[in-house]
């Protein structure tokens, strides 16, 4: 099924793209170039064949590793982008690792009180971090961190190989202002779970048997909410890539999506193909993982998976 998704997935993308207005050799050689140059440069970026074989083509080279040539920097796609795509990983990944290690004991003990006074004072907090947009704590991050304490230069990224600690400092930044927001979202969605399965009848006769309430919900409700949980961690990981394309640009981190948008305006259209399927995987790959995670917990929905196989 996943191969299937990323087939359709490369199709769209490819076809999408070829139907842009807009043709790549006259946009390399400029307006200036002659019509004899510009279908020379076609024939020799492959552009003069018909788009199935094009997009055949295309798709074995990207099965076996070579995702095209650059019509920019007329080199193989894979050595520009591979950086990049590390330090989106690195980033979305510390990201996610914020957002597990903070939101769920975060949700798990705003379920404890339930009072008027802690509901409107958690509403409150969850709606401000919510609607705060990570570009903004960016800017905010680049001031405070950036110019007045000077932990880290903004636009000023080493580098990995370069220097590694300073650039972790740059991806912890870049972090927290992905995380913040999707923190307040786990922690709402957490807590309405919760409640909700705190509500239903197996809990109240577990506590009208003398069961301890936090026991209960340790043993019992949060295994039962971790379902809803795990699926809404893999939405939010299968999100987090494209989201870090905005704080990438204001913390100056050379990921992949500030190339995307370079490559987007340059019409280079063999890198932005490869980074859409690339994004793409990513994310059939975060829901699926998040579906095998639940059928483990939760036997019923693996059988349920199976019959609908079957």
Known sequence: MVLVTMILVSMLTFLAFDLVSGDPARTLLGTEASEAQVMALRQEMGLDRPLPV?????????F???LGTSYRYRQPVWSLISDKLELSLYLSLFSFLLIVIISIPLGIISCRRTTMVSTWRHTVLNQL???VPPFFTGILFCWIFGV???IFIPEDFPGLSVNFGESMIHLFFGAVCLSIPRIAMSVRMLRSTVISEMN???VRTAISRGNDRDSVLRRH???NSMVTVITFLGQTLAELVGAGIVVEQVLGIPGMGRFLVLSIS???YPVVQAIVVILAFWVVLAGTTADLINQLIDPRLRLESDRRGG
Request: glycine share 12%.
């Open 148 to 150: 007045l304490l000077k």
């Open 266 to 268: 340059s019409r280079d």
């Open 54 to 62: 094009r997009y055949v083509s295309w798709l074995g080279g990207f």
């Open 64 to 66: 076996t590793g070579n």
């Open 221 to 223: 409700v949060l295994k």
């Open 200 to 202: 239903k009848a197996y």
């Open 129 to 131: 971090c919510m609607a």
